[in-house]
């Protein structure tokens, strides 16, 4: 056996360790600073108070909080502006902010556009800013990731993948992700979960991914349900948080599968939360991936406290139904079809997912599943 582990970031954890960010900024060596931040979180006064930490130590801070969803070509732009003449980015949101706060720090650096770095068409510059990525939700693994999704020109998910994008610095602080609403906290964790279950599961795996990915499943298994009804229980978002983390590192290594190839192709056509779609893709296809058998699939169920295989797809749908999870798909979906989705599940950028899965997926595989998943969109 051989495999080899990406690089994994400095990581710091602790209740408020965020406090703490602008000793961090100061020990890395920034003259100045752009902080990246959810906009909520901006108006909440966070990013003030971050501000001012930055600010104590000599650093003069600005901030970017003009964007909503997922990260567009034009969020990139408008961020990049606003960077330009900082040597240091601080991240500190969801999957959004960290992932734009990753992109426009290799792109101030290099002076391209992020498109010139978009499926990989170029290398990453080797010369980047510094980045700080503080995670307020448990779901995307971002802050240790080297993949970045946005929205491109046409609307359509593109990446931007390499460990120049990774974090200098990750600090995980449970008490930002207590103002979580319960849905977006299930989704967020059902999204990690997920990522856990798919890196140690899929054709790309190794015992380096797994380690992470097992020690994941354990963790949002054991937390998730008691972050979703005691929000204020800081133990078990710190588990989930940390198990989001952990998740993030072992898809950094092994990628994902179907159930991404599914919530990819979804947001290809109309908005939706990428943790509800990754879920129901998930829970879609589980039954059919279980059916591979195969000694990994075991060990990742196992990790999720199952004896056996073949409980895990009923688990899963008992898991999201206690997590309070409705199986539609947002009212957008009505003006698309089964074709629809297929073929974009089929588009050469979802084929990564497609081909790692542990299971052959087959056309016809494809066609399944989009009727699956397009009889929950509300009037089909």
């Not at 209740?15 to 920034?30: C, F, R, S, T, V």
């Not at 960290?98 to 290099?110: F, Q, T, Y």
């Not at 790309?204 to 097992?214: D, R």
């Not at 092994?254 to 779609?277: D, K, W, Y």
Request: with cysteine.
């Amino acid at each position: 056996m051989q495999f080899s582990t990406s690089f994994i970031p400095e990581i710091r954890f602790g209740d408020n360790i965020h406090q703490a960010i602008g000793e961090a900024a100061k020990a890395l060596g920034a003259r100045r600073a752009t902080i990246v931040i959810d906009g909520f979180l901006a108006r909440s006064g966070l990013a003030e108070n971050i501000m001012r930490t930055v600010e104590r130590e000599d650093i003069p801070a600005r901030v970017f909080s003009d964007f909503t969803g997922e990260p567009k070509l034009a969020h990139l732009h408008a961020a990049l502006e606003t960077v330009t003449g900082s040597d240091l980015v601080i991240g500190i949101g969801g999957g959004s902010a960290l992932d734009i706060a990753k992109i426009v720090a290799c792109c101030a650096a290099s002076g391209r556009d992020p498109m010139h770095y978009a499926l990989a068409a170029n290398p990453l510059p080797k010369d980047r800013l510094k980045k700080i990525l503080v995670p307020t939700t448990a779901g995307t693994g971002s802050e240790t990731s080297a993949t970045n999704i946005f929205s491109g020109p046409e609307g359509k998910k593109l990446w931007i993948w390499g460990a120049e994008t990774k974090a200098d610095l990750v600090l995980l602080d449970p008490s930002l992700t207590v103002s979580l609403p319960a849905g977006l906290t299930a989704w967020c964790g059902l999204d990690a979960f997920v990522h856990a279950f798919e890196a140690a599961t899929n054709r790309n795996t190794h015992a380096g991914a797994q380690f992470y990915a097992h020690e994941a499943l354990r963790l949002i298994t054991g937390a998730l349900e008691t972050a979703i009804r005691e929000p204020a229980n800081l133990e078990a978002r710190g588990k989930v948080l940390l198990g989001s983390c952990y998740a993030g590192i072992a898809i950094d290594n092994c990628g994902t599968a179907i159930a991404h190839n599914i919530s990819h192709a979804l947001a290809g056509l109309a908005p939706v939360h990428h943790g509800l779609a990754t879920a129901l893709g998930f829970e879609a296809t589980i039954g059919w991936l279980v059916e591979a058998n195969t000694a990994d699939l075991d060990r990742a169920a196992k990790a999720c406290g199952l004896d056996r295989l073949a409980d895990f797809p009923t688990f899963v749908s008992n898991l999201m139904d206690r997590c309070g999870v409705a199986r539609t798909l947002p009212k957008a979906f009505d003006a698309f079809s089964t074709a629809d989705l297929a073929r974009e599940m089929s588009a050469p950028e979802n084929q990564p997912m497609r081909r790692s899965t542990i299971r052959e997926v087959a056309d016809g595989d494809i066609d399944r599943f989009a009727a699956r998943m397009m009889a929950l969109a509300k009037g089909q």
